[in-house]
């Protein structure tokens, strides 16, 4: 694979010989290490510094993105052979959601290697789930433009689908919570969650949930029990909010 390249007049900022620490830790060794440090450089830090003529971590982001979304999908597609499309759709949703990847980014402490405005930094922009889940796609990017497929697959591995099930679970387990503060703040009011649908034999019985404001559907999920479908139904509505 063509190995990517930053232009020669991108002038890396020379602290980033820190992010060392960070190849051991994830313990991919870079060919390109100028792939490694636009990873973390944030659209906040062009802004105060004109002379850095490189692009943010933006470009990286997005795709890092989808090589996170497709290795995750194979796995899972690969590993439930027997879950029907909805259930995987609602796994790999709590697996590459802003929440977990930020937990990730915490524990590999990718907010200390970020570069941004003063800005950004005086309002704990190092700490922000957000920007914290965007610099660990940008990191995937950045390993799959200089490593490959498999070094990526690899990588995710060990940070996400290792421990897969334990981090859908704490995903999925505060959904209704989630929604019920949401719609209680902005409407006043609870959700309902009604049975739509279940199929199956007894022993692998699968059930949809809807989950509504008075008449009105606010999304759906499915699971091989009513409350893991309630909440699978929760997060697709708080997806669609």
């Known amino acids: 694979?063509?190995?990517?390249?930053?232009?020669?007049?991108?002038?890396?900022?020379?602290?980033?010989?820190?992010?060392?620490?960070?190849?051991?830790?994830?313990?991919?060794?870079?060919?390109?290490?100028?792939?490694?440090?636009?990873?973390?450089?944030?659209?906040?830090?062009?802004?105060?510094?004109?002379?850095?003529?490189?692009?943010?971590?933006?470009?990286?982001e997005f795709l890092g993105d989808s090589v996170l979304s497709i290795i995750?999908?194979?796995?899972?597609?690969?590993?439930?052979?027997?879950?029907?499309?909805?259930?995987?759709?609602?796994?790999?949703?709590?697996?590459?959601?802003?929440?977990?990847?930020?937990?990730?980014?915490?524990?590999?402490?990718?907010?200390?290697?970020?570069?941004?405005?003063?800005?950004?930094?005086?309002?704990?922009g190092r700490g922000n789930s957000s920007m914290l889940a965007n610099t660990f796609e940008a990191l995937v990017g950045a390993i799959y433009l200089d490593q490959g497929f498999d070094t990526t697959e690899k990588f995710i591995y060990d940070t996400i689908l290792r421990d897969w099930e334990n981090l859908s679970q704490s995903a999925v387990s505060d959904n209704k919570?989630?929604?019920?503060?949401?719609?209680?703040?902005?409407?006043?009011?609870?959700?309902?969650?009604?049975?739509?649908?279940?199929?199956?034999?007894?022993?692998?019985r699968q059930f949809q949930i809807g989950v509504y404001i008075d008449t009105k559907f606010l999304g759906k999920g499915e699971g091989k029990n009513k409350q893991t479908a309630a909440q699978n139904a929760a997060q697709d509505a708080l997806d669609k909010l």
């Open 1 to 60: 694979m063509r190995q990517a390249k930053i232009p020669d007049r991108t002038k890396i900022p020379a602290n980033a010989a820190k992010l060392e620490k960070l190849k051991e830790t994830i313990r991919v060794n870079f060919k390109n290490e100028n792939l490694l440090k636009n990873a973390f450089i944030h659209r906040s830090y062009l802004n105060e510094h004109k002379n850095y003529k490189g692009s943010s971590n933006e470009r990286l």
């Open 72 to 124: 995750v999908s194979f796995y899972l597609y690969s590993k439930l052979p027997d879950s029907p499309e909805g259930e995987l759709t609602q796994l790999r949703a709590s697996l590459v959601r802003t929440e977990t990847l930020a937990k990730i980014a915490q524990k590999l402490l990718l907010g200390d290697y970020l570069f941004l405005s003063k800005g950004e930094e005086d309002s704990g």
């Open 177 to 204: 919570s989630r929604l019920q503060e949401i719609l209680q703040r902005k409407y006043r009011t609870s959700p309902t969650y009604k049975l739509i649908s279940s199929w199956g034999p007894d022993h692998a």
